[in-house]
């Protein structure tokens, strides 16, 4: 993103919104990334190239249908 990346992102949408999923999209699968993403109030995050169903089912995870 050119103006913030998605931990900042994620920072201020958490100032007003705790409720939405936040998941990250990454190229990168490490513990620093993973740590990361959970403190800053990511819901989950998957990795590229991704496979379509992995997707689906985080989205699925963090939704509620009603």
């Known amino acids: 993103m ?4 998605g931990y900042t992102a994620t920072n201020e949408i958490r ?8 998941i990250a999209l990454t ?3 490490s513990i620093d990334i993973l740590d990361k ?15 379509p169903n992995d997707l689906y089912s985080i989205i699925k995870k963090n939704i509620k249908i009603k």
């Not at 050119?2 to 990346?5: E, F, K, L």
């Not at 100032?15 to 936040?22: D, L, Q």
């Not at 993403?37 to 496979?51: D, L, R, S, W």
């Open 27 to 29: 190229a990168s699968l």
């Open 15 to 22: 100032k007003f919104n705790t409720t939405t999923p936040i």
């Open 37 to 51: 993403a959970n403190e800053v109030g990511m819901n989950g995050f998957i990795t590229k190239p991704f496979n």
């Open 2 to 5: 050119p103006v913030m990346d």
